[in-house]
């Protein structure tokens, strides 16, 4: 099977669903007869030779200002969209809906091959934290919305994120398809651990605490900041090893300049049997985000026996049955404490409790790959029997992609910076004149917004009719 994969973040940016894509490639690219092509944004001076599959990185601006470390792919570059098409995938699966699933619209057209699409973040969360006017979000999530109902196959990693996909206005059905673990199953060696917690104080005894991940406060962060300030107060020795580096790391790091040593931030550590170790080596895995939909790294703590703290009915506590695989509280740093305060009294039963979570919660990631390549070819079989829903069809103008290129790239690429560059215009001009200018500036914004979503409402129109 020829499978192409479709991600808006790939190497060198490193996050959950970049981390998916990678094991789903290479698990792919191993089984027999298999053929696997990444399309992913490019970043400069990234090397894309380096895998064993084939990584076609296509055109990127830069949006950092915007969205922090992250570049946006133009799913109308036209050079690497031939050599996408040459590849002649027998399916598609998209893990993003924004440029990545327009693109993969654009290659059913021309291979006929169907679309998967996997719903992985809470993208209202993202949308909200990236752009303030609400007028833009909602027509934000719409595009989503159409972009992700255009696929064949629609995937969701947890329960809850299925909810969430609904609640944006979703109205297709979808299949709950977790994801898996690259650990094997297992402790790392003794001398694993010392090697590579050598170079940090944690004394025999004292309970270690982790979390890791990118070090940004929506994830929860400064809940465990809370609690290890309660902790403190009541005289309790302890660690907390934050593991990632994220937008808050500094601010996080000055907070916890008043408990001295008893909180780590040991940057990103991107060798597995490094982070393995480390999770072999701590007590508690502590995960109190609500933003996320699946936890991943709760299943990572799970395989070296960790258990983990967790916010009641986030998506991450799917699964999880408190105090026998596991913790749930309620989202406070006073909840938190009080948990840790009471369990760590019995530290062997917190050690019970990670060995149940490593035998009743671990998916590896071999086993999750293989069951959605058994999808794969049902949604195969499927196409092959006329009966997959009849999306709207990509029309023959689009052959002329240089026409649509020159037609609507120049607005669908300049769109974030004018709205940005008039925003801040607006701020600057509100200090001396609020009312005169306000009225023009949002006037500005306002044309800008029309201007862009009635070049995408032409272009789908263009390439999407039923």
């Given at each position: 099977?020829?499978?192409?994969?479709?991600?808006?973040?790939?190497?060198?940016?490193?996050?959950?669903?970049?981390?998916?894509?990678?094991?789903?490639?290479?698990?792919?690219?191993?089984?027999?007869?298999?053929?696997?092509?990444?399309?992913?944004?490019?970043?400069?001076?990234?090397?894309?030779?380096?895998?064993?599959?084939?990584?076609?990185?296509?055109?990127?601006?830069?949006?950092?200002?915007?969205?922090?470390?992250?570049?946006?792919?133009?799913?109308?570059?036209?050079?690497?969209?031939?050599?996408?098409?040459?590849?002649?995938?027998?399916?598609?699966?998209?893990?993003?809906?924004?440029?990545?699933?327009?693109?993969?619209?654009?290659?059913?057209?021309?291979?006929?091959?169907?679309?998967?699409?996997?719903?992985?973040?809470?993208?209202?969360?993202?949308?909200?934290?990236?752009?303030?006017?609400?007028?833009?979000?909602?027509?934000?999530?719409?595009?989503?919305?159409?972009?992700?109902?255009?696929?064949?196959?629609?995937?969701?990693?947890?329960?809850?994120?299925?909810?969430?996909?609904?609640?944006?206005?979703?109205?297709?059905?979808?299949?709950?398809?977790?994801?898996?673990?690259?650990?094997?199953?297992?402790?790392?060696?003794q001398s694993a651990v010392l090697e590579a917690t050598k170079d940090y104080d944690?004394?025999?005894?004292?309970?270690?605490?982790?979390?890791?991940?990118?070090?940004?406060?929506?994830?929860?962060?400064?809940?465990?900041?809370?609690?290890?300030?309660?902790?403190?107060?009541?005289?309790?020795?302890?660690?907390?090893?934050?593991?990632?580096?994220?937008?808050?790391?500094?601010?996080?790091?000055?907070?916890?300049?008043?408990?001295?040593?008893?909180?780590?931030?040991?940057?990103?550590?991107?060798?597995?049997?490094?982070?393995?170790?480390?999770?072999?080596?701590?007590?508690?895995?502590?995960?109190?985000?609500?933003?996320?939909?699946?936890?991943?790294?709760?299943?990572?703590?799970?395989?070296?026996?960790?258990?983990?703290?967790?916010?009641?009915?986030?998506?991450?506590?799917?699964?999880?049955?408190?105090?026998?695989?596991?913790?749930?509280?309620?989202?406070?740093?006073?909840?938190?404490?009080?948990?840790?305060?009471?369990?760590?009294?019995?530290?062997?039963?917190?050690?019970?409790?990670?060995?149940?979570?490593?035998?009743?919660?671990?998916?590896?990631?071999?086993?999750?790959?293989?069951?959605?390549?058994?999808?794969?070819?049902?949604?195969?079989?499927?196409?092959?029997?006329?009966?997959?829903?009849?999306?709207?069809?990509?029309?023959?103008?689009?052959?002329?992609?240089?026409?649509?290129?020159?037609?609507?790239?120049?607005?669908?690429?300049?769109?974030?910076?004018?709205?940005?560059?008039?925003?801040?215009?607006?701020?600057?001009?509100?200090?001396?004149?609020?009312?005169?200018?306000?009225?023009?500036?949002?006037?500005?914004?306002?044309?800008?917004?029309?201007?862009?979503?009635?070049?995408?409402?032409?272009?789908?129109?263009?390439?999407?009719?039923?």
């Amino acid at each position: 099977m020829k499978i192409s994969l479709l991600n808006d973040s790939f190497p060198p940016v490193i996050d959950g669903v970049a981390n998916v894509v990678m094991n789903y490639a290479s698990i792919l690219n191993d089984m027999d007869g298999n053929s696997v092509m990444v399309a992913t944004p490019k970043y400069p001076e990234a090397d894309y030779y380096q895998y064993p599959y084939l990584v076609i990185p296509y055109q990127s601006f830069d949006t950092t200002q915007i969205i922090k470390g992250y570049r946006a792919g133009n799913p109308f570059a036209i050079r690497e969209f031939q050599d996408m098409k040459e590849f002649a995938p027998d399916i598609i699966h998209s893990h993003c809906p924004v440029s990545s699933t327009v693109l993969a619209r654009l290659l059913r057209r021309d291979t006929g091959a169907p679309i998967v699409f996997t719903y992985h973040t809470k993208f209202d969360v993202d949308i909200a934290r990236a752009v303030k006017a609400q007028i833009i979000q909602k027509e934000a999530i719409n595009v989503l919305v159409s972009n992700i109902e255009a696929c064949d196959d629609v995937w969701v990693v947890s329960k809850g994120a299925g909810e969430n996909l609904k609640s944006l206005g979703y109205e297709g059905e979808y299949r709950v398809m977790n994801n898996g673990v690259d650990f094997a199953k297992g402790l790392s060696s003794q001398s694993a651990v010392l090697e590579a917690t050598k170079d940090y104080d944690l004394p025999e005894g004292v309970p270690v605490f982790i979390y890791v991940g990118r070090i940004i406060k929506y994830k929860g962060l400064s809940l465990i900041l809370d609690a290890c300030e309660i902790l403190d107060k009541a005289g309790m020795d302890f660690r907390m090893v934050f593991v990632g580096s994220g937008p808050d790391a500094d601010e996080l790091k000055a907070r916890a300049i008043g408990l001295g040593g008893k909180v780590i931030f040991t940057g990103p550590i991107y060798d597995r049997e490094v982070l393995k170790a480390w999770n072999t080596r701590a007590d508690l895995f502590l995960f109190p985000s609500v933003y996320d939909t699946n936890g991943l790294v709760v299943r990572e703590a799970a395989a070296c026996g960790l258990a983990s703290v967790l916010i009641k009915d986030s998506c991450a506590s799917e699964g999880i049955t408190d105090g026998r695989n596991g913790y749930i509280i309620e989202e406070s740093g006073q909840a938190m404490a009080d948990l840790l305060l009471r369990v760590c009294k019995d530290m062997d039963n917190v050690h019970d409790v990670g060995m149940h979570a490593m035998d009743e919660i671990y998916i590896s990631w071999e086993d999750s790959v293989h069951k959605a390549y058994e999808r794969y070819g049902e949604v195969l079989d499927l196409k092959a029997a006329g009966k997959l829903e009849d999306h709207r069809k990509l029309t023959a103008r689009l052959e002329d992609y240089s026409y649509l290129f020159e037609k609507y790239s120049d607005v669908l690429t300049h769109f974030p910076f004018d709205i940005q560059d008039d925003i801040k215009d607006f701020s600057h001009g509100l200090y001396h004149e609020v009312k005169n200018f306000s009225i023009n500036s949002t006037n500005k914004i306002n044309e800008k917004i029309e201007k862009f979503y009635n070049a995408y409402d032409k272009f789908i129109s263009e390439i999407d009719r039923s």
